[in-house]
């Protein structure tokens, strides 16, 4: 998804911006420009594909002198990935750069073709910078030229401008698209669409929220704006170091985020799982009173998180729970009940219809809960309470430690709802406790596993498609395994229930059809058995993971954990996250960047 930088300061401004956007690479992009203002000269640079090119294009300009400048990461949405259709988008005397997208754009070009503009590219974004030179041509003050522009857009944005007419001042407005702006100690100002490109060079920064808008330069530091009003400066310390964002070590931050899940559990986990209870300090005590029901709500592997603790949901707590995906429930007309709590998931925290969702429930007076890796993201921002996960920037588009978290956070808090309801024992709870405890062990990657992986993956690089099938909390395992398979190896792979296939897709079963099976012995491990037994009758290959030796399997990993469904879960979770990994290393394709993903997904 498109990423934003701008920099005010007298570092080289390139060098500043460029590497702002690195940083935002993980986001997914297609093309990427940037454009300096410096003695009132703005010049630009734009390339289609990855940073690299625009780098080549701009290797003979070294602006090394006080200025400023915007950059931009874009993933096509209206209009093609090509150079014209790159930011920053320039009028006369202005360059804009976007993120989001401005619904009323179709009328405002047509207003604007109307009387004579003409437009170079296919986007939305080019209306910004002509609604604005028209408005400064009609008042001569671009700081209401640039607040009448903001009025007239529709739809979710985040917007830095610069112009010749203002020269010593970068225009910003947020609506929808998360935008922060912060400074340094020497005063250099600096902007980003995610708190990544500010790490190691801003100190303090602003979360903008909603209708915030406003200027920055040099000489008079941010000035925010609301409704036309100013706005005290909310700043807070940026925290976090560059290097624990690089690779580490890892061929891949995939890789790298795969190993670091035991440790991230360890931090997910701090402080909640007590000895003999489950603590949230984030949540009131009487956060559960009057509530009936879960519905929650999420996309993509997010999803898949919820759909496993469901089972826990019903399981342990009792209470009734649904799973819904985002992009479906935001346009079926669903009947929320106000006894509903509202559970919203997300790794980004700024997922456009997992967002709209969560308004939705919100605006319908349900409690709303988001469980989500980003602080101060825009679904943190509107929901009543949150549990964050704790599982550090993923980098990798693939996610893998943010399922982890998630799981982990909402087991806890099924526990946590069971406590409450006395729906276990204490004895019982302590038990949970006790496994709670024991997953970043199970999580831990050993050479030995990682290099049978390694060697199995050959055999699994042709066939007509994939199937992962377990049943119960191994269903939506099996989803999520698919979901990583396809994404990064770009072939076919489904995730089915096991108990399901003979009714439909064994039709497919022959030696060309891959079968992981996820065979876990505390739940109902003979039924999956006989299901895998009727697709090795029909010749599929199988690929059995499963502490259990299976003679049928033409493949098998043996797991270890036998103890609790649960350490059996995140166990199998490494194995099929790392057998993606490694199907999709040796297939020669980009891991952390896979094509015609996005990292954030803030476009529905
Ligand atoms: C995960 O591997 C995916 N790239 C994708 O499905 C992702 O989980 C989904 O877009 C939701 O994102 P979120 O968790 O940031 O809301």
Same mark, same amino acid.
């Given at each position: 998804?498109?990423?934003?930088?701008?920099?005010?300061?007298?570092?080289?401004?390139?060098?500043?911006?460029?590497?702002? +956007?690195?940083?935002?690479?993980?986001?997914?992009?297609?093309?990427?420009? !940037?454009?300096?203002?410096?003695?009132?000269?703005?010049?630009?640079?734009?390339?289609?594909?990855?940073?690299?090119?625009?780098?080549?294009?701009?290797?003979?300009?070294?602006?090394?002198?006080?200025?400023?400048?915007?950059?931009?990461?874009?993933?096509?949405?209206?209009?093609?990935?090509?150079?014209?259709?790159?930011?920053?988008?320039?009028?006369?005397?202005?360059?804009?750069?976007?993120?989001?997208?401005?619904?009323?754009?179709?009328?405002?070009?047509?207003?604007?073709? #109307?009387?004579? *503009?003409?437009?170079?590219?296919?986007?939305?974004?080019? *209306?910004?910078?002509?609604?604005?030179?028209?408005?400064?041509?009609?008042?001569?003050?671009?700081?209401?030229?640039?607040?009448?522009?903001?009025?007239?857009?529709?739809? &979710?944005?985040?917007?830095?401008?610069?112009?010749?007419?203002?020269?010593? @001042?970068?225009?910003?407005?947020?609506?929808?698209?998360?935008?922060i702006v912060g400074n340094n100690d020497k005063n250099d100002i600096f902007?980003?669409?995610?708190?990544?490109?500010?790490? $190691?060079?801003?100190?303090?920064?602003?979360?903008?929220?909603?209708?915030?808008? $406003?200027?920055?330069?040099?000489?008079?530091?941010?000035?925010?704006?609301?409704?036309?009003?100013?706005?005290?400066?909310?700043?807070? &310390?940026?925290? $976090?170091?560059?290097?624990?964002?690089?690779?580490?070590?890892?061929?891949?931050?995939?890789?790298?985020?795969?190993?670091?899940?035991?440790?991230?559990?360890?931090?997910?986990?701090?402080?909640?799982?007590?000895?003999?209870?489950?603590?949230?300090?984030?949540?009131?005590?009487?956060?559960?009173?009057?509530?009936?029901?879960?519905?929650?709500?999420?996309?993509?592997?997010?999803?898949?998180?919820?759909l496993a603790c469901a089972y826990l949901f019903e399981r342990q707590a009792?209470?009734?729970?649904?799973?819904?995906? #985002?992009?479906?429930?935001?346009?079926?007309?669903? +009947?929320?009940?106000?006894?509903?709590?509202?559970?919203?998931?997300?790794?980004?925290?700024?997922? #456009?219809?997992?967002?709209?969702?969560?308004k939705m429930a919100r605006d319908a007076g349900l409690k709303t809960l988001? !469980?989500?890796?980003?602080?101060?993201?825009?679904?943190?921002?509107?929901?009543?309470?949150?549990?964050?996960?704790? &599982?550090?920037?993923? /980098?990798?588009?693939?996610?893998?430690? #943010?399922?982890?978290?998630?799981?982990?956070?909402?087991?806890?808090?099924?526990?946590? !709802?069971?406590?409450?309801?006395?729906?276990?024992?204490?004895?019982?709870?302590?038990?949970?406790?006790?496994?709670?405890?024991?997953?970043?062990?199970?999580?831990?990657?050993?050479?030995?596993?990682?290099?049978?992986?390694?060697?199995?993956?050959? @055999?699994?690089?042709?066939?007509?498609?994939?199937?992962?099938?377990?049943?119960?909390?191994?269903?939506?395992?099996?989803?999520?395994? %698919?979901?990583?398979?396809?994404?990064?190896?770009? =072939?076919?792979?489904?995730?089915?229930?096991? $108990?399901?296939?003979?009714?439909?897709?064994?039709? =497919? %079963?022959?030696?060309?059809?891959?079968?992981?099976?996820?065979?876990?012995?505390?739940?109902?491990?003979?039924?999956? /058995?006989?299901?895998?037994?009727?697709?090795?009758?029909?010749?599929?290959?199988?690929?059995?993971?499963?502490?259990? @030796?299976?003679?049928?399997?033409?493949?098998?990993?043996?797991?270890?954990?036998?103890?609790?469904?649960?350490?059996?879960?995140?166990?199998?979770?490494?194995?099929?996250?790392?057998?993606?990994?490694?199907?999709?290393? @040796?297939?020669?394709?980009?891991?952390?960047?896979?094509?015609?993903?996005?990292?954030?997904?803030?476009?529905?």
């Amino acid at each position: 998804m498109c990423g934003i930088v701008g920099y005010i300061g007298d570092e080289d401004i390139k060098e500043v911006l460029v590497d702002g +956007l690195r940083e935002l690479e993980y986001r997914g992009y297609d093309s990427a420009g !940037i454009a300096v203002l410096q003695d009132n000269e703005i010049q630009s640079f734009k390339a289609v594909g990855k940073l690299k090119n625009l780098e080549e294009k701009t290797k003979n300009f070294n602006p090394h002198a006080f200025g400023m400048g915007i950059g931009h990461t874009r993933w096509a949405t209206h209009g093609k990935p090509t150079e014209i259709n790159a930011h920053p988008h320039l009028g006369e005397f202005s360059y804009v750069v976007h993120n989001g997208i401005i619904e009323n754009y179709q009328e405002l070009k047509k207003e604007l073709q #109307a009387e004579g *503009v003409r437009f170079l590219s296919q986007t939305d974004t080019e *209306v910004i910078v002509h609604l604005f030179e028209k408005s400064y041509k009609a008042l001569n003050d671009p700081m209401q030229a640039f607040e009448a522009t903001v009025n007239k857009l529709e739809g &979710a944005y985040a917007v830095l401008l610069m112009t010749k007419v203002d020269p010593d @001042r970068i225009y910003f407005a947020k609506n929808g698209s998360p935008m922060i702006v912060g400074n340094n100690d020497k005063n250099d100002i600096f902007f980003g669409s995610s708190d990544a490109a500010l790490i $190691g060079k801003a100190t303090e920064v602003i979360y903008l929220d909603d209708g915030d808008y $406003g200027y920055t330069s040099a000489k008079e530091g941010i000035t925010l704006l609301h409704n036309g009003k100013e706005k005290t400066l909310n700043k807070k &310390a940026l925290l $976090g170091d560059k290097i624990s964002a690089q690779k580490g070590g890892f061929r891949f931050f995939m890789e790298k985020e795969i190993y670091e899940q035991s440790e991230v559990l360890v931090d997910t986990v701090m402080g909640r799982a007590l000895d003999t209870k489950i603590q949230f300090e984030e949540l009131d005590p009487n956060f559960f009173d009057g509530i009936d029901g879960i519905t929650i709500c999420a996309c993509g592997t997010s999803y898949n998180s919820g759909l496993a603790c469901a089972y826990l949901f019903e399981r342990q707590a009792k209470i009734r729970t649904n799973v819904e995906i #985002a992009s479906e429930f935001r346009y079926k007309e669903p +009947l929320l009940d106000p006894k509903t709590l509202f559970v919203v998931i997300s790794q980004s925290g700024e997922t #456009a219809d997992t967002l709209e969702a969560l308004k939705m429930a919100r605006d319908a007076g349900l409690k709303t809960l988001a !469980i989500c890796n980003v602080d101060n993201s825009s679904i943190v921002r509107i929901s009543d309470y949150t549990l964050l996960t704790r &599982a550090g920037i993923e /980098k990798g588009v693939a996610s893998t430690k #943010a399922f982890a978290t998630q799981v982990m956070v909402m087991w806890m808090l099924s526990l946590y !709802i069971a406590q409450h309801k006395k729906t276990m024992s204490e004895e019982e709870i302590s038990a949970e406790i006790q496994a709670i405890r024991h997953i970043p062990q199970a999580v831990k990657v050993n050479d030995k596993l990682h290099e049978k992986v390694k060697r199995l993956s050959k @055999r699994y690089l042709h066939g007509h498609g994939f199937f992962f099938i377990g049943r119960d909390l191994f269903y939506p395992l099996a989803l999520e395994g %698919a979901l990583k398979l396809k994404e990064i190896s770009y =072939l076919h792979a489904e995730g089915y229930p096991a $108990g399901e296939m003979k009714h439909g897709p064994i039709a =497919l %079963a022959d030696s060309e059809l891959f079968t992981i099976a996820l065979m876990p012995k505390n739940i109902h491990y003979d039924k999956v /058995k006989s299901n895998v037994e009727e697709l090795s009758a029909r010749d599929a290959t199988i690929l059995a993971i499963s502490p259990e @030796r299976f003679e049928l399997a033409d493949d098998y990993v043996h797991t270890y954990c036998s103890d609790h469904a649960m350490s059996e879960f995140f166990e199998m979770m490494v194995v099929t996250q790392l057998l993606a990994l490694e199907i999709s290393v @040796r297939l020669g394709n980009d891991v952390d960047m896979p094509r015609n993903l996005a990292k954030s997904v803030t476009v529905e």
